[in-house]
T-cell receptor
Framework: GAGVSQSPRYKVAKRGQDVALRCDPI?????LFWYQQALGQGPEFLTY????????KSGLPSDRFFAERPEGSVSTLKIQRTQQEDSAVYLC???????????FGEGSWLTVV | QKEVEQDPGPLSVPEGAIVSLNCTYS??????FMWYRQYSRKGPELLMY????GNKEDGRFTAQVDKSSKYISLFIRDSQPSDSATYLC???????????FGAGTILRVKS
């Protein structure tokens, strides 16, 4: 596709429910990132993939958060046993590689009730 | 203290004004500096990308980086109502990948 595509755009989850957020990066982009953006704040880094390898997961807030990119293209961010503090926009981004422009998707808006 | 500080505003200006947006940072390892624009319920859109110190101009937008002062700026000339958005500064160290963002400044341009 022309841009980074994320689904679902909006998700309401009950506390304790597991959620999965999908990201389709721009075709040919080897680098893929997940960011979390709380209301009124800038995005915060969660994790980074180069192809299928997860090279940095230092930003994942707890072991309830898990990301994968098994074939080096589509990525899934999974949040287990969701808590209210997980409510945020989850942004996926991709780039051609090191030092190249990073393009963001429109985000998945997660509300935990 | 956050690595990147940015005044959240809101900043309200009349149409046609020159807008100045700024960020300060504490990590001297940052070498890549970016400005993103984010409209409501949309993802961030890259406006300007600068490596190291200096100025860069693109149309109505000028980005300045002063590494000695750990201070970056974005200037918008002849501001338009369509420029109303949140402006995020972002920066990264040598690997150019992991971005650290400011909190964003809300800009409102009134016609």
């Amino acid at each position: 596709g022309a841009g980074v595509s994320q689904s679902p755009r909006y998700k309401v989850a009950k506390r304790g429910q597991d959620v999965a957020l999908r990201c389709d990066p721009i075709s040919g982009h080897v680098s893929l990132f997940w960011y979390q953006q709380a209301l009124g704040q800038g995005p915060e880094f969660l994790t980074y993939f180069q192809n299928e390898a997860q090279l940095d997961k230092s930003g994942l807030p707890s072991d309830r958060f898990f990301a994968e990119r098994p074939e080096g293209s589509v990525s899934t961010l999974k949040i287990q046993r969701t808590q209210q503090e997980d409510s945020a926009v989850y942004l996926c981004a991709s780039s051609l590689g090191l030092g190249n422009t990073i393009y963001f998707g429109e985000g998945s808006w997660l509300t935990v009730v | 203290q956050k690595e990147v500080e940015q005044d959240p505003g809101p900043l309200s200006v009349p149409e046609g004004a020159i807008v100045s947006l700024n960020c300060t940072y504490s990590n001297s390892a940052f070498q890549y500096f970016m400005w993103y624009r984010q409209y409501s319920r949309k993802g961030p859109e890259l406006l300007m990308y600068t490596y190291s110190s200096g100025n860069k101009e693109d149309g109505r937008f000028t980005a300045q980086v002063d590494k000695s002062s750990k201070y970056i700026s974005l200037f918008i000339r002849d501001s338009q109502p369509s420029d109303s958005a949140t402006y995020l500064c972002a920066m990264s160290a040598g690997d150019g990948n992991k971005l650290v963002f400011g909190a964003g400044t809300i800009l409102r341009v009134k016609s």
